[in-house]
């Protein structure tokens, strides 16, 4: 730089220009460089942490980076298609689960802000006959305080969801049931909030769910790889979606879902270079009046400001998170159901803004003894829940645990502990004064006791 200023002073007149041109490229280039550095420096940091992930066969998908509106990071991990060899990248089509949400929420804003409805307006103005729909409000549906059940815990939910729904048949699953409480009680997640959602979009814009979202959200924000997830579809770049299998490393197909079923709640895909567009469009305030803040959960993270949302359905996870001071948004979307979304996303964040993190790691299956094996199986409880589990061993002798109708495999690491690939968390065992398992310890960003429900032994006459 010093160099160039003197050359300048003592060039001839005509000269000085183009050496003042020639200096201002070469200070471009270096900054250019040095930007380019600290960028490869970050992929290959998040190459190294996303490795573990992917050898233990938890992982595969795109992950994004962005700061400053300057994209540091954006690379596919693993593959879209195990059977045909095909790679992930950052323009494969990933389902995003409840990520859809926010998208949701964003339209119903929308249409506030244009005069054709209000979040404070009852649920009966858009369907009369809904039964104590008089205190139900929009507002209420989108923050989770309707008291209306949610619609994936029906036992008859799975069954639903293989074949093509409508908003309409949707509701229908839900209308005449009991409300679980007083709306606007208390909080309680449910999808069916945003099914109804879907269903007030349909009505008061007149276009179908997908229509109304593209022309006014994905369109403007230049989300070309972005829609609705139809199975029946012929749709480019799209991820098969996987499970960690429960038998031996590696995965398996996951099971078939019908994704009309989540219209509204979970129906959505698009790509990870699609989202850090409707990032910068939410931001930049070209959509609406709208701010991130106000459609996605905000809590604290290394003590800074976050907004953030993630999805989870067999197959597929997502997570992304915006730093409101820092302006860093990441993006972490995978075809893989193993639950390893929210270690990922924090893990980056703590990357790039200096915190600390760790890589994942993973033992080797130890040898313990069969009875250790089945001193552990049984029936568990967490506390203060009424969420059980079970563990036991298959057919195949592989030690298995099962949550919410999902298994996993459990890999001993020694004789007290265990890793649950599926969702990439460990428990340790406690035992009694007889050597009894009493219960174990969840850990898993945090921990949780599960404790030991007595075998009832029935009696024989």
Excluded at 101 to 120: C, D, H, Q, W, Y
Excluded at 221 to 234: C, F, I, K, P
Excluded at 378 to 400: C, E, M, P, Q
Aim: proline letters at 5%.
């Amino acid at each position: 730089m010093i160099f160039c200023a003197v050359r300048a002073s003592l060039s001839k007149k005509g000269s000085v220009d183009m050496i003042r041109f020639v200096c201002a490229a070469i200070l471009s280039l270096a900054m250019t460089g040095a930007a380019i550095a600290r960028s490869a420096s970050i992929e290959a940091r998040v190459d190294a942490y996303v490795k573990p992930y992917l050898e233990a066969r938890s992982f595969s998908g795109a992950i994004l980076i962005a700061r400053g509106g300057k994209i540091l990071v954006s690379k596919g991990y693993g593959m879209a298609n195990y059977e045909l060899d095909v790679p992930n990248t950052p323009q494969t089509r990933f389902h995003i689960a409840s990520i859809s949400k926010p998208f949701t929420a964003a339209a119903i804003m929308m249409l506030e802000e244009r005069g054709l409805l209000s979040v404070n307006d009852p649920l009966t103005k858009f369907i009369t006959d809904y039964p104590g729909g008089d205190k139900i409000t929009v507002h209420h549906l989108l923050i989770h305080t309707s008291g209306i059940a949610n619609v994936n815990d029906f036992p008859d939910y799975d069954a639903k969801s293989k074949f093509p729904q409508t908003p309409e048949s949707l509701v229908a699953m839900f209308k005449n049931r009991p409300l679980s409480f007083q709306p606007g009680a208390r909080s309680v997640y449910s999808n069916s909030g945003y099914v109804l959602l879907a269903y007030i979009i349909e009505k008061v814009s007149s276009k179908s769910y997908e229509e109304f979202l593209t022309e006014n959200i994905f369109r403007p924000a230049g989300m070309l790889d972005t829609g609705d997830d139809r199975q029946e579809r012929l749709l480019k770049n799209r991820a098969s979606g996987y499970m960690p299998a429960v038998d031996e490393s590696g995965v398996i197909n996951a099971p078939f879902t019908d994704n009309s079923i989540k219209v509204g709640a979970g129906s959505l895909y698009t790509t990870a270079e699609d989202l850090y567009r409707w990032e910068r469009a939410i931001s930049s305030k070209k959509l609406m009046k709208l701010t991130i803040e106000s459609i996605f959960p905000a809590r604290t993270w290394f003590g800074r400001r976050v907004v953030t949302q993630d999805g989870s359905l067999p197959g597929f996870n997502a997570v992304v998170a915006k730093f409101l001071d820092d302006d860093l948004w990441i993006v972490v979307l995978s075809n893989n159901y193993s639950q390893v979304r929210g270690a990922i996303v924090k893990d980056l964040a703590a990357m790039v803004l200096g915190e600390k993190y760790e890589i994942p790691s993973v033992k080797q299956p130890a040898r313990i003894a069969a009875a250790a094996i089945d001193a552990l199986t049984g029936s568990y409880r967490f506390d203060n829940s009424r969420r059980g589990f079970t563990i036991f061993k298959n057919r195949k002798g592989a030690l298995v645990m099962s949550i919410a109708g999902r298994d996993s495999r459990v890999i001993p690491q020694s004789e007290t502990e265990f890793f649950v690939p599926l969702w990439w968390a460990r428990f340790t065992i406690a035992k009694g004064d007889k050597g009894e398992v009493t219960h174990l310890v969840w850990h898993d960003h945090g921990s949780a006791e599960g404790m030991r429900v007595p075998r009832i032994r029935e009696d024989t006459k």
